[in-house]
């Protein structure tokens, strides 16, 4: 033990082992930071789409919630408030109008906010204490369709409520489409006194939940078997699918560059072991002699790693935590909400990262150093032994367990693994050739170049290494440059400064020419109108859908609902044709909604609307952008089968923050329209990308920065060879420009081939990545190719040449005496 622990000093000192301890805390300082960060944005993710539906969980009914579900969540000291949603008449003195009412508890809301003004059409303040016993929040839309102010009464079936402010945002109806009519807010209280809810009267009741994420569990795990066909149990993701997919995409994206960081760790550790190699040779060889067993090696060397491996976890965990804290705090002013607290729980991947990387490359080359003869430190240049791919292959099997440990799945690190062993073919074929080819036209070599051309054939199985690591470390870096320019790009065309945030519905004919002259007037941007009519899926090939899924069991969205049904005469904007003829007399069909009920192009589909069935064949398959914000439909008919039933219009337009107030007033002259406003939701998914674009950016400074330092240790394992190598060019007579320049050639050669194949890597990577990973549509990235060529050589070129700058200072005697 002390002695192990005296050689481990010495190493130390002399700096053998420091490139193995800095890799080592690299590897797991990068995995811990990123993993710590990740978390912490999905909590804040989660968090913020929780203050969306008021809670962190919730149960909508169709029924009554029993009493003891809400004694349950009391036991499991959840906090807990009921919302009851229904549509009533709102009447103030001769004046009424249909209304979207909440009677909500007084613990309402457990997440999120009410904004509330005294003011018509006013921006709100906050306030998280709902309206007391015997008042009403009414919107200012039902306000002004009412002609009532604060302090006035209205009736709410038989009761009379005081009206104490105008409601702005009610934090549980961003994206509930049920909620058109204009809204109201009161206490659950007064709701037994109105006697507006009978038997038979459409309501929605709502059980919302908030507490620790274990005993939320706990009480799903409790309620799930006792849901019954008309409840359903509700996340935040859940609750809106724009967000769920942005946070989905999110994650993958963090996930990757999890991924490329293990890959970087890997690398690292693989090319210190292969270093602290090279370096304890003539010390193994002297212990033999000495008469040391390989039992005692193994215990030597055992105590040594053990102790770096607590040394280096330590170390890079507290690195970890501190580069995530310091992220953070550098985004602290962008983000909404403050970021929670990191959850211990999370340190165990940098430690699974270290563990599985001494394990996977630093003990089969402990083994490889203890089967070393004594006599093989007498050979002037130590020889590679046959099982070093074997090695490096277990190395990669090791990293490649890590990594699906880590993303929780095989498709990312799938893609990354095929995108590298095809890349190291590449290299090896491509390095190869070139190499060679090199070597042929450099014979009797005596310039700068000539001599830097033949030294990459010369240390052939070195340099294809190097140009390997090389390959790999720029193509990482590319492929994290083109995933963050293509995906917030593509995000951020999905949602336009001026995306629709309102939509209009139950417009009728006559109305639409008048709402298109107040837009205009207003320069209120406008989507296309569209007719809607309600219909429901009966059968599909002649089979009636309670055959196909008796008591509604597996039954997909298609089937399980009345559907909003439209003509149109061409595609509109976010649809895109995928198969078929769009303008063939036929349904056209949503591609998502076509694969979850296994339909195909030539279907038929049988839709009761109004009474009277209509079955059409599937003519085309369309791909529908959901997050465009535009009128968007399942199904779409033939004009000539919709056209004889009464139709209601909808559309969708933006109103900005200046025109809000004018754009209310002047829609209160039609109080039969209904407008949902999503400006909340639209919001939300802003800030998320907007927080998720400088987070990729910190992430990729961090990703770089430990592919920069992996560059140097590779450039580093070759040093002593080519320090020896300039060192006899100088003592025949060679002048340093000579040297220097078949440096750079060399390294300049280096740099170009692998920046060139890493941008054919990239390329082919992104592709799977984007079609794949992130459901987007496939796109060239020319700026990869120009990129990835220029880094190679510049950034190659610098490092190797000032690590190699010492042949150029120190007298090539000095530099001979060391070897």
Same mark, same amino acid.
């Given at each position: 033990?002390?002695?192990?622990?005296?050689?481990?000093?010495?190493?130390?000192r002399?700096?053998d082992?420091?490139?193995?301890?800095i890799a080592?805390i690299i $590897?797991?300082?990068?995995v811990?930071?990123?993993?710590?960060?990740?978390?912490r944005?999905?909590?804040?993710?989660?968090?913020?789409?929780?203050?969306?539906m008021?809670?962190?969980r919730m149960?909508?009914s169709?029924?009554?919630?029993?009493?003891?579900?809400?004694?349950?969540?009391?036991?499991?000291?959840?906090?807990h408030?009921e919302?009851?949603?229904?549509r009533?008449m709102?009447f103030?003195?001769e004046?009424?109008q249909?209304?979207?009412l909440?009677?909500?508890?007084?613990?309402y809301?457990?997440?999120?906010?009410f904004?509330?003004?005294?003011?018509?059409f006013?921006?709100g303040?906050?306030t998280?204490s709902p309206?007391?016993?015997?008042?009403i929040?009414?919107? $200012?839309?039902l306000?002004?369709?009412?002609?009532?102010?604060?302090?006035?009464?209205v009736d709410?079936g038989e009761?009379k409520l005081?009206?104490?402010?105008?409601?702005?945002r009610?934090p549980?109806?961003?994206?509930?489409a049920?909620?058109?009519s204009?809204?109201a807010?009161?206490n659950l209280a007064?709701?037994?006194?109105t006697g507006v809810?009978?038997?038979?009267?459409?309501v929605?009741?709502s059980?919302?939940?908030a507490?620790?994420?274990?005993?939320?569990?706990?009480y799903?795990?409790?309620?799930t078997?006792q849901?019954?066909?008309?409840?359903?149990?509700?996340t935040p993701?859940?609750?809106g699918e724009?967000?769920?997919d942005?946070?989905?995409?999110?994650q993958s994206?963090l996930?990757?560059?999890?991924?490329?960081?293990?890959?970087l760790?890997g690398?690292?550790i693989?090319l210190?072991?292969s270093?602290?190699?090279k370096?304890h040779?003539?010390?193994v060889?002297?212990?033999?002699?000495?008469?040391a067993?390989?039992g005692g090696l193994v215990?030597?060397?055992s105590i040594q790693?053990?102790?770096l491996f607590?040394f280096?976890?330590?170390?890079g965990?507290a690195?970890g935590w501190l580069?995530?804290?310091?992220i953070?705090?550098?985004?602290s002013?962008?983000?909404?909400?403050a970021?929670?607290e990191?959850s211990?729980?999370r340190?165990?991947?940098?430690?699974a990262?270290?563990?599985?990387?001494?394990?996977?490359f630093?003990?089969p080359m402990m083994?490889?150093l203890?089967?070393?003869?004594?006599?093989?430190?007498?050979?002037p240049?130590?020889k590679?032994?046959q099982n070093t791919l074997?090695?490096?292959s277990?190395?990669?099997?090791?990293?490649y367990?890590?990594m699906c440990?880590?993303?929780?799945g095989?498709?990312?690190p799938?893609?990354?693994t095929?995108a590298?062993v095809g890349i190291?073919?590449?290299?090896?074929l491509?390095?190869?050739?070139?190499?060679r080819?090199?070597r042929?036209?450099?014979?009797?070599?005596?310039?700068?170049?000539?001599i830097g051309?033949?030294s990459?054939?010369?240390r052939?199985?070195?340099?294809?290494?190097?140009?390997?690591v090389?390959?790999l470390?720029?193509?990482l870096?590319?492929?994290l440059?083109?995933?963050?320019t293509?995906?917030i790009?593509?995000?951020q065309q999905q949602?336009?400064?001026?995306?629709?945030n309102?939509y209009?519905?139950n417009?009728q004919?006559?109305?639409?020419?008048a709402?298109?002259?107040?837009?205009?007037?207003?320069k209120?941007?406008?989507?296309?109108w569209?007719p809607?009519?309600?219909g429901?899926?009966?059968?599909?090939n002649d089979t009636?859908?309670?055959?196909?899924y008796?008591e509604?069991?597996g039954?997909p969205?298609?089937?399980?609902?009345?559907?909003n049904?439209?003509? $149109?005469?061409?595609l509109s904007?976010?649809?895109?044709l995928?198969?078929?003829?769009?303008?063939a007399n036929g349904?056209s069909?949503e591609?998502t909604?076509?694969?979850?009920?296994?339909?195909n192009?030539?279907?038929?589909?049988?839709?009761?609307?109004g009474g009277n069935?209509?079955?059409l064949?599937?003519?085309s398959?369309?791909?529908?952008d959901?997050g465009?914000m535009q009128?968007?439909?399942?199904?779409?008919l033939?004009?000539a089968t919709?056209q004889?039933?009464?139709?209601?219009?909808v559309s969708?337009v933006?109103v900005?923050?200046?025109?809000?107030?004018a754009?209310y007033?002047?829609?209160?002259q039609?109080?039969?329209v209904?407008m949902?406003?999503?400006?909340?939701?639209?919001?939300?998914?802003q800030t998320v990308?907007s927080q998720l674009?400088q987070?990729i950016q910190l992430?990729?400074i961090?990703i770089l920065?430990a592919?920069a330092?992996?560059?140097?240790?590779s450039?580093?394992?070759?040093?002593?060879e080519?320090l020896?190598?300039g060192?006899l060019?100088r003592?025949?007579?060679?002048r340093k420009a000579l040297?220097?320049?078949s440096?750079?050639?060399?390294f300049?050669?280096l740099g170009?081939f692998s920046?060139?194949?890493?941008?054919?890597g990239a390329?082919?990577c992104?592709?799977g990545?984007?079609?794949?990973?992130?459901?987007?549509?496939a796109?060239?990235?020319?700026?990869?190719?120009?990129?990835?060529?220029l880094i190679?050589?510049?950034i190659i070129?610098?490092i190797?040449i000032s690590?190699?700058?010492?042949?150029?200072k120190?007298?090539p005697?000095?530099?001979?005496?060391?070897?």
């Open positions: 033990m002390r002695f192990a622990l005296r050689l481990l000093l010495r190493d130390l002399s700096g082992i420091l490139t193995l301890i080592l $590897s797991v300082s990068t811990t930071a990123i993993s710590l960060f990740i978390d944005l999905q909590l804040s993710f989660e968090k913020e789409s929780a203050s969306l008021a809670a962190d149960i909508r169709d029924d009554e919630i029993p009493q003891h579900w809400q004694q349950k969540a009391r036991e499991l000291s959840l906090q408030a919302n009851i949603a229904f009533t709102v103030a003195g004046a009424l249909l209304g979207q909440s009677a909500v508890t007084d613990s809301p457990l997440r999120g906010s904004l509330v003004d005294t003011t018509l006013g921006a303040k906050t998280v309206p007391q016993q015997g008042q929040w009414v919107s $200012s839309r306000a002004s369709l009412l002609n009532i102010s604060i302090g006035e009464q709410v009761t005081t009206v104490s402010g105008f409601l702005v009610d549980g109806s961003t994206s509930s049920f909620a058109v204009p809204r807010v009161m007064d709701l037994a006194a809810i009978i038997p038979g009267s459409r929605r009741y059980l919302l939940l507490g620790s994420n274990e005993a939320l569990d706990a799903q795990n409790w309620v078997p849901l019954n066909d008309g409840q359903r149990w509700r993701v859940q609750k724009r967000i769920g942005t946070i989905h995409k999110a994206f996930l990757l560059a999890g991924t490329l960081a293990v890959i760790s690398i690292a693989a210190a072991s270093r602290f190699v370096r040779l003539m010390q060889a002297v212990l033999k002699t000495l008469g067993t390989p215990k030597l060397f790693f053990l102790v607590v280096g976890i330590v170390f965990l690195m580069i995530q804290g310091l953070s705090s550098l985004l002013d962008l983000m909404s909400t970021l929670p990191p211990i729980n340190l165990w991947l940098g430690v990262t270290g563990f599985v990387s001494m394990l996977a630093c003990l083994q490889r203890i089967k070393i003869s004594p006599m093989s430190v007498l050979q240049a130590l590679l032994e074997l090695i490096y277990l190395g990669f099997i090791g990293m367990a890590l440990l880590y993303t929780e095989f498709l990312l799938s893609i990354m095929l590298i190291g073919l590449t290299v090896s491509v390095g190869f050739g070139v190499f080819l090199g042929s036209l450099t014979s009797g070599a005596t310039s700068g170049w000539q051309l033949a990459l054939y010369r052939l199985v070195p340099n294809l290494f190097q140009l390997l090389f390959t470390i720029i193509m870096g590319l492929i440059v083109g995933v963050k293509s995906l790009s593509d995000w949602l336009p400064a001026n995306a629709p309102h209009l519905f417009v004919t006559h109305q639409i020419e709402i298109n002259q107040l837009s205009n007037e207003l209120v941007p406008r989507s296309d569209y809607m009519i309600r429901r899926v009966v059968a599909v009636p859908i309670q055959t196909l008796p509604g069991q039954e969205e298609l089937y399980e609902r009345e559907l049904l439209t003509w $149109s005469d061409s904007r976010g649809n895109k995928v198969s078929g003829d769009f303008t349904l069909i591609q909604v076509a694969e979850e009920a296994g339909l192009l030539g279907d038929e589909l049988a839709i009761n609307i069935p209509v079955t064949p599937i003519t398959i369309r791909l529908v959901w465009s009128p968007n439909f399942y199904l779409i033939p004009k919709l004889d039933y009464t139709a209601n219009f969708s933006f900005s923050d200046a025109d809000a107030q754009f007033q002047k829609m209160a039609f109080p039969t209904s949902l406003n999503v400006g909340e939701l639209l919001k939300q998914i990308i674009s987070a992430v990729l961090c920065s592919g330092l992996v560059l140097l240790a450039v580093r394992a070759t040093l002593e080519r020896e190598e060192a060019l003592v025949l007579g060679a040297v220097q320049q440096l750079f050639v060399e300049g050669a170009l920046g060139l194949i890493a941008a054919a390329e082919a992104l592709y990545l984007q079609v794949f990973v992130f459901n987007a549509q796109s060239w990235h020319p700026l990869l190719w120009g990129l990835g060529p190679g050589i510049v070129c610098a190797g690590a190699s700058r010492t042949v150029l120190v007298p005697m000095h530099l001979l005496r060391e070897f």
